[in-house]
């Protein structure tokens, strides 16, 4: 964030005299990864302006992201329902994998997915959290779309490598990756998440056979998120 804020400085003499302008400020600082910075602004911007649904729901994003899980789901629920419901839901939906519950996390982004049906970095993370709720048939679709509608996107193309590696095609994921330029460390790191929840698929299905129970209420067993500094982050969006 910080090597970002010094690439690309914010404007400093840019005038805030409207909410609107406020507004496009604290989304400039967001893309550039500035959330603490964010919500400071966002505290200003609804003493003077008042609280809109834009402004919660940037505040929701940051306090998203920077872990204040509990304080971001009550801001998404109460723009469920309007013009920023899909956004919302996408947000619930970062927030439930956040806590490793992807089963819901597919479900509030497929919601999200019905307001802006071409939007790959939604489509690409809700193939992922399909993958980790060990879903690949639904995860496919998504997933081959992300990769089809923003071929640049690394995010896309890594994680359409997971879904072929872990679905049994190895060979074409790894074609796949070289045919889109992935480096031979993000490469490896796939192969190492394909393992993992290859393991993680066969202790479900042994947990289900041992317990119908477990097994008639659809529940699965999910690999944990990898930690950001041992684990691929390129396979899972932060």
């Known amino acids: 964030a910080a090597k970002a804020a010094a690439d690309r400085p914010l404007e400093k003499e840019a005038v805030v005299d409207t909410q609107d302008t406020y507004l496009s400020l604290v989304k400039q600082m967001q893309s550039k ?16 302006w008042g609280a809109s649904s834009d402004s919660r729901l940037l505040r929701a994003d940051a306090l998203r992201q920077v872990g204040q899980l509990s304080a971001a789901i009550p801001i998404y629920q109460s723009l469920l329902g309007s013009a920023k419901d899909g956004a919302a839901r996408y947000g619930l939906g970062r ?27 939604l489509l690409t993370d809700l193939g992922y959290a399909y993958l980790r709720a060990h879903d690949l048939n639904a995860a496919r679709i998504p997933l081959m779309q992300a990769a089809q509608l923003n071929p640049e996107d690394a995010q896309a193309n890594v994680n359409l490598s997971l ?7 190895s060979a074409q994921a790894e074609e796949f990756m ?25 202790q479900a299905a042994s947990l289900a056979a041992a317990d119908p129970a477990r ?7 999910n690999l944990s998120r990898p930690d950001v500094k041992s684990a691929p982050e390129a396979v899972a969006r932060s």
């Open 33 to 48: 990864s500035l959330w603490y910075a964010s919500i400071a602004h966002l505290d200003a911007l609804d003493k003077q």
């Open 95 to 121: 927030v439930a994998a956040e806590q490793g519950d992807f089963r819901s996390a597919a479900q509030q982004m497929e919601q999200a997915r019905m307001s802006n049906p071409v939007d790959s970095r």
């Open 215 to 221: 097994q008639a209420t659809g529940k699965v067993v």
């Open 178 to 202: 070289r045919q889109r330029k992935l480096d031979a460390q993000t490469q490896q790191l796939v192969k190492e998440q394909a393992g993992q929840w290859l393991q993680g698929a066969k």
């Open 163 to 169: 879904f072929m590696m872990v679905s049994g095609q």
